[in-house]
């Protein structure tokens, strides 16, 4: 069952995506030739706490961090670790969800560090694009199989493609509620949109193929052809003529 949320339930998913928001536009800046994936991590968690809220993420079915840092061919689920260094070229994708007063947000960017090759900037600004026609596709009575359509159609047009592993998802009193929210699929299929339902609608795009490997820590995953992904994500009300994005800052 997809839960419709209450206007109050709402504006409390509208305050856990709004600390979202407002933590990942502080790491934004902080994301640098030099720093390490943990320091982010620390900061992330400070700065969620500082603001009455819980990291959604940390000890989540063993998660061991408060952040996902998944650089270059690491899709999603990069663990922090003061081990890796970001330098310039990189794409780096931060991932964070909080809890507030029992109500998850969940929201994700990917920033470029430095000067990026042309193909890398290209395959973010396609991966913003996608999340940006599928939000164009939210309201109430659309399918999921639209908001998936939309994501793949920009995708695949552009040459890249979707990974098939991960999806988006219902959010409100958990991370993961129904319905799930493929990165593919046909339009008019699926689950019928109601106002007042929440989503996280994120992304994975890779540049090559879209078959992924998960590493031996059980989170890490790669794409299978070691080339560049990229991964974007909102939290959003479906309305009645549209949608409302509740991660912003
Ligand atoms: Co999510």
New binding site residues.
């Given amino acids: 069952m997809i839960e419709i949320k209450t206007t109050a339930e709402l504006d409390l998913m509208r305050q856990a995506s709004r600390i979202v928001a407002q933590v990942l536009a502080l790491l934004k800046k902080e994301v640098r030739a030099g720093v390490s994936t943990a320091e982010l991590n620390s900061l992330a968690e400070r700065e969620i706490r500082k603001r009455g809220a819980v990291p959604a993420f940390l000890g989540y079915r063993g998660y061991p961090a408060t952040l996902c840092v998944s650089i270059n061919e690491v899709v999603v689920h990069g663990i922090p670790s003061d081990k890796r260094i970001i330098q310039s070229g990189d794409l780096v994708s931060l ?1 964070l ?1 909080a809890v507030y007063r029992g109500f998850y947000g ?1 929201a ?1 960017i990917t920033v470029a560090v430095g000067t990026v090759k042309p193909e890398r900037a290209r395959l973010m600004e396609v991966t913003e694009r996608s999340l940006a026609s599928a939000l164009s596709e939210v309201k109430s009575g659309a399918k999921i199989g639209d908001v998936s359509h939309a994501v793949e159609s920009v995708v695949t047009k552009s040459g890249m493609s979707v990974v098939r592993e991960f999806t ?2 219902g ?1 409100g009193r958990h ?2 509620e129904e319905p799930s929210i493929p990165n593919y699929g046909k339009p008019g299929s699926g689950a019928t949109l109601k106002p007042g339902m929440t989503l ?1 609608i ?1 992304p994975m795009v890779c540049m090559g193929n879209p078959e992924i490997i998960i590493k031996n820590d059980g989170w890490t995953a790669v794409s299978a052809d070691g080339s560049c992904t990229a991964h974007f ?1 909102h939290t959003v009300a479906v309305t009645e003529d549209g949608c409302e994005i509740l991660s912003v800052a």
């Fill in positions: 991932d969800g969940d994700a988006g998802h959010i991370l993961h996280a994120e994500e």
